[in-house]
């Protein structure tokens, strides 16, 4: 665990640290340190140098006696004072409570309990108990709480419960974040997440490589065993603790022995993209699948035998299986034309794309924040969720893509391709590759070297 606070003397245990104030009894020892030190390495060098000139064929018994002595105590007592006062971090776990959060970090204070458990600002804590997280507190010598510093999900910024008194506040602070670059490559064995998380890559991450490819690679039937991938993407540090991952830079992933590549570049006012290495547009009109990570569990044919009404009919889209509340997300950008309850297909979602297509998205559990009809949505935003609604035998989503209002199916059609970069973008875009194409040369020798 990495400790910013220059000055301070940290002592760490099995990912936990405890930060104590300087105090008189401390450096008085500290004081000492050094001639003690030295007069112990004297008497160690002592004896090594006896045993080094030892004889080597001396053959006499060496008589070897015990003494026990009682040795003055030295360790330093921190005086009690009131202004005595501790920093602790440690990080959440899987399952644990508010209560067992605070007692980890040397919080023993009734008061503060309250406090954060029925504040209505401070009580987001309880609600945001992320594994991983990494919490700090300022107690006393008595443990009461003097200050509380929290991350927030999903914002750069963190809750700050401070003790004025007999009283507390709870206040959001932003947080100015420093970034650094990772690189990191692995290779696929059973699956992308099982691959990315014995790389150290983080889920979002690995999310964004799938999105990045997901136009080329079919990431629900294509991975093969062996597939390679580096990547090389920032993560985003407060004093020294990583708060999230952020974007991919540059990636390159090796499926069947094709490789494919890709490097972000963002023109000015714009939102950014992957391109090739010959600034070709990675990100396509329209994705292949709703669902990040799924399977196709029936697919578009003319006729097939429905499990509800026991008889055979087209069925025009595909069903994708996955649990309850998996994301859907839009496979294009568009504007919702219909949300809201229709016949078999449950709770439907509608999205009129570009031109003479759209999509739909039926026996959705539930709508995404935002979707109702004339909302406008991006491509990948999230619509809804699957379910089981209207009528379904089982958890999934139905998706239809239409052209002029008539099904077809969109594993078989030629998808049109996102707009190129214009001349004076491309050069700029060039210019940004060989530090980029670097960096993944250096993420392929830092995984080499790992596993050598």
């Known amino acids: 665990m990495n400790d910013s606070d220059t000055g301070r003397k940290t002592s760490h245990c099995e990912g936990s640290a405890i930060l104590a104030q300087s105090h008189p009894a401390i450096d008085r ?4 340190r050094w001639p003690l030190s030295i007069a112990g390495a004297c008497s160690l060098l002592g004896m090594v140098t006896a045993f080094a000139i030892a004889p080597s064929d001396d053959k006499q018994a060496i008589d070897q006696r015990t ?15 009131e202004g005595a006062e501790f920093l602790h971090e440690d990080r959440i776990l899987r399952g644990d409570t508010l209560s067992s959060l605070l007692l980890r ?8 309990f309250d406090f954060l458990t029925n504040n209505s600002d401070a009580h987001v804590i309880a609600r945001q108990l992320r594994p991983g997280k990494s919490v700090s507190a300022r107690t006393g010598a008595n443990g009461e709480l003097r200050a509380l510093y929290f991350p927030l999900n999903g914002k750069d910024a963190t809750l700050i419960v401070e003790r004025n008194g007999e009283h507390f506040s709870a206040r959001e602070e932003a947080m100015a974040l420093q970034t650094q670059t990772h690189f990191k490559s692995g290779e696929i064995r059973y699956s992308l997440f099982g691959a990315t998380d014995s790389a150290g ?20 039937r294509d991975l093969r065993k062996g597939d390679r991938f580096s990547v090389v993407y920032e993560m985003l540090y407060y004093k020294g603790q990583a708060i999230r991952s952020g974007r991919i830079l540059a990636a390159e992933f090796v499926n069947n022995q094709k490789t494919y590549t890709a490097f972000w570049y963002a023109a000015d006012n714009s939102h950014g993209g992957y391109y090739t290495r010959d600034g070709q547009n990675l990100r396509k009109a329209f994705l292949r699948s709703p669902l990040e990570f799924s399977r196709v569990t029936s697919g578009f044919t003319t006729a097939r035998f429905h499990p509800i009404l026991q008889t055979w009919r087209a069925h025009k889209g595909i069903d994708y299986g996955a649990p ?14 219909f949300a809201g309850q229709q016949n078999g297909y449950g709770n439907l979602i509608v999205v009129r794309h570009a031109g003479a297509y759209s999509s739909a998205y039926g026996h959705l559990s539930g709508f995404g924040p935002g979707i109702r009809k004339g909302a406008h949505v991006a491509q990948s935003d999230t619509l809804g969720y699957v379910g089981m609604t209207g009528m379904a035998t089982g958890p999934h989503l139905h998706y239809e893509f239409r052209v002029n209002g008539q099904q077809v199916n969109p594993l078989a059609l030629n998808l049109p391709a996102s707009l190129p970069l214009e001349p004076t973008q491309m050069a700029a875009f060039r210019r940004t590759v060989p530090a980029r194409a670097e960096q993944l040369g250096l993420a392929k020798q830092v995984t080499v070297a790992a596993s050598e």
């Open 29 to 32: 020892l500290a004081r000492l």
């Open 67 to 81: 003494v026990v002595e009682t040795l003055n105590n030295l360790a330093p007592k921190l005086i009690a004072s």
């Open 105 to 112: 970090l040397g919080v023993d204070d009734r008061t503060a």
């Open 201 to 220: 890559i983080p889920d979002a991450i690995a999310t964004q490589l799938a999105d990045v490819f997901g136009a080329d690679i079919d990431f629900l």
């Open 324 to 337: 309850i509340g998996t994301r859907v997300r839009s496979v294009a950008d568009g504007t919702v034309e």
